[in-house]
């Protein structure tokens, strides 16, 4: 069986899975729960919390808590708008080399370190779950991510001890669950809507064969932008009302986040919910209590421009695809976001039928990454998986123009080269400065790194030929190189889009997640060893109260003795593992004298009975004579 889980990295929620007899299964986590929250919180009391614990506190702790993180993987901190900025009570900054981070209580975290931190917590539920080791992972991302968070997802991976087989794109990896066993050929949309990140893409599926044709998205579109819309409309409407402002109180905006993402579900099913947050705030006045209803036609009225948008990628997609809509035969729908009814229909108006509901959109993600892992261990046979980058690779030439060199949509893995030159004479050096995206003008797309080749011989300008080769691997990860055709001198750009973190950084941080793993398995330990050491307490002292006065006063009093002496160890935080198992050995040898003597009570109380019961017995027996 092979060890490859596949992991759905969302922005609201994560998926486990593995491939078990032939076919993809999601893993519990510990709380026998099929999807874990991708929250994490740092706590002064508990330590790092992931899941749902971390989603729990955070009312109490907004500031340390951070959730949809995946919308700030491989960004820099000027790249992130101040509407995404705002929308998270944590904070951001840039002291990542200016790419974003995250500072909680005075340290900066890359977004690829809390990501790690869900990562790792969901590769213990994988231990646990397999009861073995488990180090090799395909991870989803969606299909509009660019380098840059393609390399911050790999790294989070790497950070959380994973070897991390591939990055798969989420409606991709859909569509493998989707096509796994099926015969016919066919024309799919996969239709992704998740919590912060919409995908399209259009493949196609036959002779065992997964073909992506196309695939268009928005980063930026979401449940959360959802969430954003129904939570202005409500403070809007406190604020008039009470005329006094509350959204700069962190705790008070994940509250009535939190109500909103609820009313957003509820309404997915009626027509009408209400809000009620009692005790929002307070003035001089008294307490300001939130209450409201909220319509699924006014949430209709709110969203119908973002799923306007979500309609827009579609058309681009099926143009880049060279198709209609009346080509497509299914159309799936992934991430919770499709769950919502104006959503259902607009896709079903779009393309002209109803929308394929036989998988499960939170689940299928992951179960096309376990699926991967089985093609990948050899255990998947019947399938093949042909992606495509989604934006186009290039470099910057003379005037700022962006030479495409690998086009969007085109299959991965690839490689295309392209002769160079220099601009002027005797020329030296020449930069090669990489950028993905669409616009004409370089600087206009994202920057992924620049290198120099060198050592150029002196020549009139346009006479050396410079070979520029972009290689993309099946991850969608890229290498670049330059190589001069006459000295046959290479130089090859090391990407650095490692989410603000240098290799160095990388490694560093890789031996940190070591020692904190060791370090909760030690906190593990101790926790074990205190809870046994307490319940010898717990029924040592029921014991002695039931039956002190069977007891000899020896015994009573090393009892008193041990049960103080165990109250202040137990309550130290300085006591260790070995104080506890100490701990521990005095109070079984406590705990047997006192099974002694309630056996020896028990004999007692027995031989009376016996006795009183023979007495009775002769009793009856004189009485008859
Ligand atoms: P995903 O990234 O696929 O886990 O999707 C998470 C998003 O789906 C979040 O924004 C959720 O609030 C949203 N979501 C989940 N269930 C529903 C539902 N029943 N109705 C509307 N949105 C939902």
């Not at 600087?443 to 070979?467: C, H, S, V, W, Y």
């Amino acid at each position: 069986m092979t060890s490859i889980v596949g992991i759905d990295l969302g922005t609201t929620n994560s998926v486990l899975t593995i491939m078990e007899g032939g076919k993809p299964v999601v893993i519990p986590n510990a709380e026998g729960q099929r999807v874990t929250p991708s929250v994490v919180a740092f706590t002064d009391k508990d330590g790092i919390l992931v899941g749902e614990s971390a989603r729990r506190q955070s009312l109490l702790n907004p500031r340390g808590t951070i959730w949809s993180i995946k919308r700030f993987m491989g960004k820099r901190f000027d790249e992130v708008s101040e509407e995404d900025k705002r929308h998270v009570p944590y904070e951001t900054c840039d002291q990542l080399n200016g790419d974003i981070g995250v500072r909680v209580q005075e340290r900066v975290h890359s977004p690829s370190e809390i990501s790690a931190h869900i990562l790792a917590s969901l590769r213990a539920t994988a231990e646990r779950y397999l009861s073995r080791p488990v180090d090799e992972a395909i991870i989803t991302v969606p299909a509009y991510f660019n380098d840059a968070q393609r390399r911050a997802t790999q790294v989070a991976g790497e950070i959380a001890g994973f070897k991390v087989r591939r990055i798969i794109n989420e409606p991709t990896a859909a569509a493998l669950a989707f096509g796994l066993n099926r015969t016919k050929d066919e024309r799919i949309a996969v239709y992704d809507f998740g919590g912060g990140t919409f995908d399209i893409s259009i493949l196609e599926i036959g002779d065992g064969v997964i073909e992506v044709l196309s695939t268009h998205g928005d980063a930026h579109l979401g449940g959360d932008d959802i969430d954003q819309c129904i939570v202005d409309a409500v403070i809007g409407e406190f604020e008039r009302e009470h005329r006094m402002s509350i959204r700069h109180d962190a705790m008070i905006l994940q509250r009535v986040r939190e109500a909103a993402e609820k009313a957003k579900k509820e309404l997915s099913t009626l027509v009408q919910t209400d809000i009620h947050l009692p005790f929002l705030t307070a003035d001089s006045t008294g307490p300001k209590h939130l209450s409201t209803s909220l319509t699924r036609a006014q949430l209709e009225a709110m969203i119908h421009p973002l799923i306007e948008r979500s309609l827009a990628s579609c058309r681009q997609a099926l143009e880049d695809a060279g198709l209609k809509a009346a080509d497509l035969q299914e159309i799936l729908l992934v991430g919770g976001s499709t769950r919502i009814p104006l959503v259902q229909q607009a896709v079903e108006r779009f393309f002209g039928r109803a929308p394929n509901h036989s998988l499960n959109p939170d689940e299928v993600v992951a179960l096309g990454a376990a699926i991967q892992g089985g093609i990948l261990a050899g255990e998947v046979d019947s399938i093949i998986l042909l992606d495509v980058t989604p934006l186009t690779l290039g470099i910057e030439a003379n005037g700022g123009l962006m030479i495409p060199l690998i086009e969007r949509n085109t299959t991965i893995p690839a490689r295309k080269n392209k002769l160079f030159s220099t601009t002027v004479d005797n020329q030296s050096s020449v930069a090669i400065n990489v950028y993905q995206g669409e616009r004409d003008f370089a600087a206009q797309n994202r920057f992924l790194g620049q290198f120099e080749l060198t050592d150029i011989e002196p020549a009139p300008r346009a006479t050396p030929k410079i070979d520029v080769c972009f290689d993309i691997d099946a991850n969608g990860v890229l290498r670049v190189s330059a190589t001069n055709q006459t000295t046959g001198k290479e130089e090859t750009l090391v990407l650095t889009g490692a989410g603000g973190l240098s290799d160095d950084e990388i490694r560093s941080a890789i031996v940190d997640a070591e020692a904190a793993r060791a370090e909760d398995s030690l906190r593990k330990e101790r926790l074990v060893a205190k809870n046994k050491a307490q319940s010898f307490v717990f029924s040592i002292a029921k014991l002695q109260r039931e039956y002190f006065t069977s007891a000899d006063d020896a015994l009573n009093a090393h009892t008193t003795e041990l049960l103080q002496r165990c109250e202040a160890i137990l309550s130290s935080d300085e006591a260790s593992t070995e104080d506890f198992t100490a701990l521990s050995a005095e109070l079984s040898a406590c705990s047997r004298q006192w099974h002694e003597l309630l056996h020896e009570h028990m004999a007692q109380q027995e031989s009376q009975q016996n006795t009183s019961e023979s007495c009775a017995s002769h009793e009856t027996t004189d009485g008859q004579n």
